[in-house]
């Protein structure tokens, strides 16, 4: 009795297992793909330089943002960051660090994501805060 009670146990470990596995989702793909950048267009006018605002993927399921600033003559304190399409920021992935506005650039944190909409969106103080401006939507699908 207790073999037969046994192997049922298994078989249905082994069916729910199976659904497990057939019910898994399909693999995800960013957009913008591998080695491609998603940025805005034209640069954001600030300050009396230009800041350019990008987001690139892996291809998989991971996102980063990257900014760069040039025409300026200036030390800035400049950040990006992946926000979600509600605007919230997306924990771990934001980056600052001082910079020339003659010609710097910071990368964000590359972060796994879920499927949804996301933005790279950078800012930066001189002394004065200035929003930067943000990429058109990416995703992770």
Not at 81 to 103: A, E, M, R, T, Y
Request: charged content about 15%; some cysteine; aromatic content about 10%.
């Amino acid at each position: 009795m207790r073999l037969r009670a046994s192997v049922a146990s298994g078989a249905a470990v082994l069916a729910a297992v199976a659904g497990v596995t057939t019910a898994a989702p399909a693999s995800a793909s960013t957009n913008p793909p591998p080695d491609q950048f998603l940025c805005r267009t034209p640069d954001a006018p600030v300050d009396g330089f230009y800041v350019h605002t990008c987001l690139t993927g892996d291809g998989g399921t991971t996102l980063r943002a990257y900014v760069y600033v040039y025409g300026g003559r200036t030390s800035i304190n400049l950040c990006v960051k992946i926000v979600d399409f509600h605007q919230n920021p997306v924990p771990g992935s934001g980056n600052c660090k001082v910079v020339d506005s003659s010609g710097g650039e910071v990368w964000g944190y590359p972060i796994s994501l879920d499927r949804g909409v996301y933005y790279g969106v950078s800012d930066l103080t001189s002394p004065t805060y200035f929003y930067g401006g943000e990429t058109p939507p990416g995703a992770v699908v």
